[in-house]
Structures are given as C-alpha cells and as structure tokens.
C-alpha cells in the first residue's frame, strides 16, 4: 500500500518540520534546567516574535531578513519583559511555584487575547505565499524552505552548544542551573544569568516562528498547542536535559506528521494530547517542579579512615 | 528481649556519597538509644531511610517483626512509627492544638467517605484526639499556649511541641532528631521529663543529638557513627571516652 | 427580563464553579486550571442521559456529576501518584485533548455542538424557578465547602499544604487526600454543568477552553483564594463586568478577545499588586467550634 517513495517523502518532510519543534522544545528546556520555571508563557513570546515577523514583512513590506530581525527582537522584548517585571519581582517575593506557574499561563493568554485584538482571529504567514519551489533529489521532494529551516536549527543548536560548553556565560548558566545560591555565593550575579537564559530563549523561539509562519498559518491561540508539543517533548527527553529534549521533539515531530499514514488527518491534532498524557502517564521519570536545594551535601570521609585512624 | 525496630545490612548512597553502609541497629522497646556522630555522617539520613522518605539501596527495616520495605511513610507511621524533624516541620497555619490533633495513629477523618456520612464516628473521632491531645499538652506544659499560632511561641516550647505531635502517634518507636538544639532551661527539663516518660512507657527511642550532656543523661546506650557506618556501641561513657571516637567526632 | 434571568444563572453557576475550584486550588494547593473540563463532563454526560434515553433531567444531572468525579480520577491518579506537579500538565492534556476529540465526535454534536438538550422546570413553572433552582444550588455549595474546610478535613488540608511531609509523618496518606477533592471539586463542576445543559439547552466544545479556564482563575484569584465569599465575590463582579461591556455594542470579534483581555489582564493586576485578593484569607486555620461538649476550649481559642 505504501511504496517506498512515498515514506520517504513523509519522513523527510516530517523530519524538516520538525526543525521548529526542536527549537521550541530546545527553549522550553533551557529556562526550565536554568531558572526553574515551567514557562508557559512562552507561547507569549512565541507569538510576539510572530506578529513582529509578520508586521515587518506583510505591513511594513521589509525584505525578509529585516522581518527575521524584528521577529527576533519582537521575541527577545517580550522574554525581557517577562523576566524583569514578572519573574525577578516573583522570585524577589518568593512566590510559591504555583503563583509563578499561574503567571506564565495567564500572561501567555493576556498576549493572544491582545494579539487577537489587534490583528483579529484569521490566521496569517510571514509572507504572503506559503508555497516554496521544490528540488527533486534522488526520487524525494525537497523543498526551498525544507534546507534553510534544518541548516538554521543545526546552527542555532550548535550555537547553544558551544555558548555551554566554551564561553564564561555559558558555564555560569550550567552553574546557576545546578545551584543557584551556590552560584551566587560564588559571584555569579545570579539575575543577570536568569535573565540572559530568558533572552536567549527568546532568541530560540522566535528564530522558530519564522520557520514556521513560512510555512504554515498562524492565528493568535497557535503557539499555545506549538508550546505543549514543547512541554512533551521536554517530559519525554527528561527533565533538565536539553538534548534529550531536542531528540524527544524531533521523534514527535517524525511521529505526528507521518501519522498522516496510519490515521485519518482530522485526528491529528488529537494526537499532541496523546503524547502529553502518555509522556507523563509512562515517561514520568525525573518530572517535577525543581525545588531549590538550600543544603550542601558534605562529602563523606571514606571508610578508610578508620584503618590510618585519621579523620580530615 | 525482642527488639521494637530491627535494622539489618541497610545502605544507600547518593551518587558517590555513601550515608549507610551496611547499617545493622536494634532499638529495644523501654530503652533509650543515642546517635552520636559528626555532621554528615548520615544519622538524619537513617532516620530518613526508617520513615521511608529515602529509598534504601538494599536492606531491611522491621519495626515489631513486621518488614517494612515498599511501605509509603503514611503507613509507616500508622504501623507506629514517629519522628521529630530538626528543622522542627511544624504546620505554621494551625496552632498549637490542631497540629496535634493531626497526630493520632489512626484518625477516620483521613477518608473523605465517613467526613461526609458517618459525621457521628467523626466527632467521637475528634473528640478522642482532643481528650489526648489535652493530655498531652498538659504533661508537656503546653496548655497555656494550645490555641496560639505556632510562629508565635518560643523556640524551645516549638521543639517541644515537635514532641508532643509525635506522641499523639502513641508510637512503638520513636525518633527524635536533634531535639535539644537550641533548647535551655525549663524547656529542656520538660522535654527529657517527656523522654524519660515515653521510655517508661515501653517505647522504643532514637535520639541523635550533639547536646553531649543530654545523650549521657538520658540514653541508656550509644551509637557512634561515621560516613554512612556503625562505628562502636556501647554505653555513653564509653563512647566519649573513646580518644579514637573523639578525635573522628572533632575532625582533627 | 430573558437577559437579567441569564445573568442570574451564570453568577449562580460560576458561584458553584468558582467555589469548587477553590477547594481544589486554594484549600488542597493543587495546581489545576482544568476545572471546565469537568463542568463540561457534567454538561455533556447529563445532556445526552436525558436527550438519548430520556432519563429524568434532575437525575441525569446527578449523573454528570458522578461522570466528572470518576473523569477527574483518570488525571489525579496517575499524575498524582507520581508527584503533584504532574497534575497541571496532565490536566491541561486531559482538558484540550477532551475538547478536541469531542469535536469529532459527531454523535455528541461535534464541533457545531449538542443543541435541543430537554429543558427542565422552564415549561411548568417558568424561567424563575430555574433561576431560584440555580442560585439555592449555588448557595448549598458554598455552605458545604466552607463545612467540609472548617472540619478535620480542613485541617488536614491546611497541614498538607504546610509541609507534605511532615504530614505523611503523622500517618496521614496525603495523595488520596488530594484525590478526593480533586474529585469532589470536579463533580460538583460537573452538576453545575448539567444545571447549564438544561437552561440554555446548547453546549459545543469550545466553549469549555481555556478562556473559561482564566474566568475561574481570575474569580478565585481576584476574590481571594482560602476564603468563603472569596469566589462568591469575584463571581458576582466577574459576571457583571463583561455585561457593561455588552452595552458599548462591539462586533464579537472584539467582544470576545477583549473580555479574555480583561479577565486576564484583572488576574496579572492582582498577583502583582493585591495577591492576596479581595478578601485576604486568614494567616491561621481556626475550626468550628468544636461540638462534642468540651466546654472552655471554645474561650480559649478567643483569648
């Protein structure tokens, strides 16, 4: 029933649409290890850096690198906003984990609600036409957008990597991911850290809604159901890990999209539900809300000591 | 005599920290036993691994014959288990008296069911809790302060009212985790008037405590521990004069 | 007078909804905005017993709630048992995943929705008696939480927020605590949508989403959580307030985003500068006063 062009087609088209994926699960991950929050707020940024994306190309008429560059800065304002006045003041009152859950969620609605009224319920794209020019490469479809889309996700992940692993900032993230107190004890300003993790984020999702508002139609309630794919995708790869994450979200990706074989296509939205609630039914493993750890573990003198008769 | 809580090869270790290593403790019921042992050395951590709050990596835990491995904490504490904490635990948005009144053993509010139709059984309920909680409060000098709010009392009467929770539980065994620490005068009398008393009863008590006057006073015998193991058992005098002992303790 | 009976019904209804979810959100401290989607349980579950097989509609709506409280255990058990902070995601899961399988379902109405849903009391004695059914349920409910959290179980829940642990120390199984209300907050949504089935006799899928979601959300918040007339009070101001805006006569493409706007934009105005809400709730747990004859305890919780 299935030759084996057409599968192919399937999972090489699923593969590169899973790239935006990648980057929203990517973000999600990254501020939940580094500052210890669920952001569902991220939908917000999400559609901010959007509609920023899409003011510049569709009504300022900007070449599209210019509306790339707004879409971003659109992303980063609102990661900015966020933390400054929402999360720092949180965190400096010592809210509970649910006041600061219950902000993220409300503040992702206030956005869509605000960006519906502004640019009401239809959806729209980044640019006017969503069609992209098509390569045939070895029997399989490969088109315009599908190489840029992977090529800018690998460069971003990539990025993500090396800042980590190589520069100051980098390590200083890892730092405060692990023990924040610590880390300030240590002179790390631990707020500008969770601030540059938030701005970073935002960089990521909003490089991913212009992916996919070239390709696809987005309204305002959209990143919401883009942003829970995250939250799975994050469940699945294990809490704190950032490529698991990574992984996790191009399977679903994979997943999701060549679903279009087996069911009915009407039926798969449905199935981004499915993966939530079978990521935390089966997979759960690591899951909860971080708390700050407030004690040092000593490290023990081994039991050697007793036989030189010397503790330390 | 058969002992109350009975530890046998437990260990554990987190990541490449060891706090139990192959721990082997009986606690006998009427006696007072003393943990003694520098920071870290993993006595709080076996009173976690007893109450089920960490999961030991192999061993045993039977506390009257029963074992108690797999068993959640609530259930543990049903079987007749009780502990105080040494950042105390208390439940700052109930007074004095209804964090008490959460402390019997068995208490029929627990299920939702009989609250909502078998208000009879619950009152009786209640009323019983309340009768022993007065008991209680009174034997401990609480009473003057049952209704006031637990943010609002001194520190020593806060540790002692860690205590007096513990005992609604009307426990088999007991422990008692640093209940001396910050705690002088009347307020330190009282709480090893309560000890003492418990013990009487048959209980069997864990202490562990740095309060070296208190230990001697009160444990009929002593445990030392060192990173995740039994070190030495023996009476308290012993184990203090142990130069060996004293120079681990002291970290020289 | 059709509009005024409406209001009514929906302050009674969201009285109930939003004092529900205080019990699960501010008595248990279980982080769930699902809340709707046990309400639309209730609505769908009684609408299609008395639709289908003409059950009775009082009892049909009884059965909704039953239907939600069982529903309810589906997410709390699982998530639950690992761990509290697990019943957020499953509940938002189980609330979009529930409205977006409804809509294919067409036997249910689908997306379009379940329209000539029986109507009960309406024909016999008028419109009031419905709105006196609804506002004398919504009254019941109210009484009873404050009952249930001013008894042992209200103890226990306060403990429970305090310091689980601690909690579980003392022999008290805090996960089937958090069950049970889970479930009894969700049946009691439930029957107050069975209450809304009956009345406007038209129920669609979208309309359980997470804008109704944020409307008890912010009732709770902007009312104070942890108190009796807290969720009353933001019900009643939270029903009025989009009903002043009805008068400006907007298109509902506007309409609708912009009471989205205002009932999340009154919950971020609360958490950052009232959080506690209208009617702060008390710092210390005080009981009824306790019946079983022990006399001076009353005079000294005065003191």
Request: positive net charge.
């Amino acid at each position: 029933m299935f030759d084996l062009a057409v599968v192919s087609q399937i999972l090489w088209t699923s593969f590169a649409t899973s790239s935006y994926f990648v980057l929203f699960a990517v973000a999600f991950a990254l501020v939940l290890k580094v500052n210890k929050v669920f952001n569902f707020a991220q939908a917000g940024v999400m559609t901010c850096g959007f509609y920023a994306a899409y003011v510049g190309v569709r009504i300022l008429n900007l070449p599209g690198y210019a509306g790339f560059m707004l879409g971003i800065a659109g992303g980063v304002a609102m990661s900015f906003v966020l933390e400054y006045f929402g999360f720092a003041v949180l965190r400096q009152r010592k809210a509970s984990a649910m006041f600061v859950f219950i902000f993220t969620l409300i503040v992702s609605q206030f956005i869509a609600y605000a960006v519906m009224m502004i640019f009401g319920t239809w959806p729209t794209t980044i640019f006017a036409s969503m069609f992209w020019p098509v390569t045939l490469v070895g029997g399989i479809a490969v088109s315009a957008w599908d190489v840029p889309a992977i090529a800018a996700t690998v460069l971003v992940l990539t990025g993500l990597w090396a800042f980590l692993k190589y520069s100051r900032n980098g390590q200083f993230m890892l730092a405060v991911a692990d023990n924040a107190d610590l880390a300030e004890l240590y002179g790390i300003q631990k707020d500008r850290i969770l601030m540059l993790s938030m701005v970073m984020a935002g960089v990521i999702v909003s490089v991913g809604m212009f992916l996919y508002g070239s390709r696809a139609q987005v309204q305002a309630a959209a990143a919401t159901e883009l942003m829970l794919f995250a939250v799975a995708a994050t469940i699945l790869g294990g809490i704190g890990n950032i490529w698991g994450a990574a992984i996790a979200a191009v399977v679903l990706g994979v997943v999701q999209n060549s679903s279009i074989l087996f069911i009915p296509s009407a039926w798969q939205g449905f199935l981004l539900f499915a993966f939530l609630f079978f990521a935390i039914v089966l997979f759960p493993r690591g899951f909860r809300l971080p708390e700050r750890r407030n004690t040092l573990k000593r490290m023990a003198v081994a039991p050697q000591a007793l036989s030189d008769g010397k503790g330390n | 005599m058969s002992s109350t809580l009975e530890i046998r090869g437990l260990c554990k270790s987190f990541g490449g920290i060891v706090v139990a290593d192959s721990i082997d403790l009986d606690l006998s019921p009427g006696r007072v036993l003393g943990l003694i042992g520098p920071n870290g050395a993993g006595k709080t951590s076996l009173f976690n691994l007893v109450c089920g709050v960490v999961k030991p990596d192999a061993g045993s835990i039977r506390l009257d014959g029963q074992s108690l491995e797999g068993l959640p904490t609530y259930q543990r504490a049903r079987m007749g288990l009780a502990r105080t904490w040494q950042n105390l635990r208390l439940f700052p948005s109930l007074s004095v008296m209804d964090n008490l009144m959460l402390g019997p053993r068995v208490y029929s509010a627990d299920r939702l069911v009989d609250v909502l139709f078998r208000p009879a059984q619950i009152r009786a309920n209640e009323a019983e809790a309340r009768d022993r909680a007065r008991d209680i409060l009174e034997r401990t000098g609480l009473s003057p302060i049952a209704q006031s709010r637990v943010q609002d009392i001194s520190f020593g009467q806060q540790k002692l009212v860690g205590v007096a929770r513990a005992l609604m539980n009307d426990a088999r065994c007991l422990l008692l985790d640093e209940p001396m620490a910050g705690v002088e005068g009347q307020t330190y009398a009282l709480i090893q008037k309560a000890v003492r008393d418990i013990a009487a009863s048959g209980v069997a008590i864990c202490v562990v405590e740095h309060n070296v006057a208190f230990i001697r006073d009160l444990c009929d015998e002593g445990v030392f521990m060192f990173a995740g193991k039994v070190l030495a058992r023996g009476s308290v005098e012993q184990l203090i004069a142990d130069p060996h002992l004293t120079e681990l303790y002291f970290g020289t | 007078m059709d509009f005024v009976y409406s209001i009514l019904i929906f302050i009674g209804l969201f009285v109930i909804l939003a004092s529900s979810f205080d019990l699960v959100i501010g008595h248990c401290g279980l982080i769930s905005i699902a809340h709707p989607i046990f309400y639309a349980i209730g609505a769908y579950v009684s609408a299609m017993l008395s639709k289908q097989s003409g059950m009775p509609v009082p009892l049909s709506i009884l059965c909704g709630g039953v239907g939600a409280l069982l529903a309810s255990a589906l997410v709390s058990v699982p998530a639950l048992r690992v761990s509290g902070d697990y019943l957020l995601i499953a509940s938002i899961g189980f609330q979009l995943g529930l409205i977006e399988l409804a809509k294919h379902f067409h036997e249910i109405g689908g997306a379009g929705g379940l329209t000539n849903i029986p109507s009960f009391l309406i024909k016999d004695f008028g419109r009031e008696s419905y709105v006196v059914l609804v506002l004398a349920l919504a009254g019941v409910t109210v009484l009873f939480i404050r009952w249930l959290t001013q008894g042992p179980y209200g103890r226990m829940m306060t403990a429970m927020r305090d310091d689980e642990l601690a909690f579980s120390m003392l022999g008290r199984n805090a996960i089937w605590i958090k069950v049970a209300v889970f479930a009894i907050g969700s049946g009691i949504a439930g029957i107050a949508g069975g209450l809304y089935a009956h009345y406007f006799r038209f129920i669609e899928p979208d309309q359980f989403g997470l804008l109704q979601s944020s409307a008890v959300l912010t009732m709770v918040v902007v009312g104070g959580m942890r108190t009796t007339m807290g969720p009353v009070i933001g019900a009643i101001v939270l029903q009025l307030m989009p009903q002043v805006i009805t008068f400006f006569n907007l298109p509902p493409s506007i309409l609708g985003p912009l009471q989205g706007l205002l009932f999340t934009g009154l919950v971020l105005f609360f958490m950052f500068v009232r959080p506690q809400g209208l009617l702060p709730a008390a710092d210390l747990w005080v009981g009824r006063k306790p019946l079983e004859g022990a006399g001076h305890s009353g005079k000294e919780a005065r003191s």
